[in-house]
């Protein structure tokens, strides 16, 4: 017999109905009127937990560091963009000495000023908190704009390797 989505309804508000009063009355019958879960019920709870934490767990952190590495390399194309501007509006860009802060504070020996090229007072950090690595002259083009990635060393051989503005 096949049941309408009316009388599946009632039939289901019925026999959970039956089994929450023969669930009370179970508690009732315990330990002097004192509700609670049984240790297997928490243990069977904690398992399913772990379980669940255990699959969906690395899945999420491997999102989180590809979000940090794809933040990077937009705050560096920021960058590269601000360095261009400086350097159509002043004929250079900034010296190693100068850094990245000249984007956002008029350096003495910059005539032409008209920044500053990022919004803010101050150079952004990378997504881990440290400070760019800004190089001028650069070994890869005009300068060199460096994200010591997640284990904070300039190293381009490890696993995690940098995020640079020399690649893609």
């Not at 039939?11 to 609670?36: I, P, Y």
């Not at 904690?46 to 590809?66: A, E, F, H, Q």
């Not at 194309?77 to 000249?102: K, M, Q």
Request: glycine share 10%.
């Amino acid at each position: 017999m096949m049941l309408g989505w009316t009388e599946f309804r009632d039939v289901a508000k019925s026999r959970l109905a039956t089994w929450c009063g023969q669930r009370r009355a179970r508690l009732r019958r315990g330990r002097d009127g004192e509700a609670g879960f049984t240790l297997v019920e928490m243990l069977v709870v904690i398992t399913i937990i772990g379980l669940v934490m255990g699959l969906v767990g690395p899945r999420v952190l491997s999102y989180l560091s590809d979000s940090k590495l794809k933040t990077a390399r937009i705050q560096i194309r920021s960058l590269s963009s601000a360095l261009d501007l400086y350097h159509l509006d002043n004929g250079r860009y900034p010296t190693a000495a100068e850094g990245l802060g000249a984007l956002v504070q008029k350096p003495a020996t910059a005539a032409t000023w008209n920044g500053p090229y990022l919004s803010g007072t101050l150079v952004p950090n990378d997504p881990w908190g440290r400070p760019y690595l800004y190089k001028f002259p650069g070994q890869h083009g005009a300068y060199d704009i460096v994200s010591l990635g997640p284990e904070g060393r300039e190293d381009e051989t490890s696993a995690t390797a940098n995020v640079t503005s020399w690649q893609p």
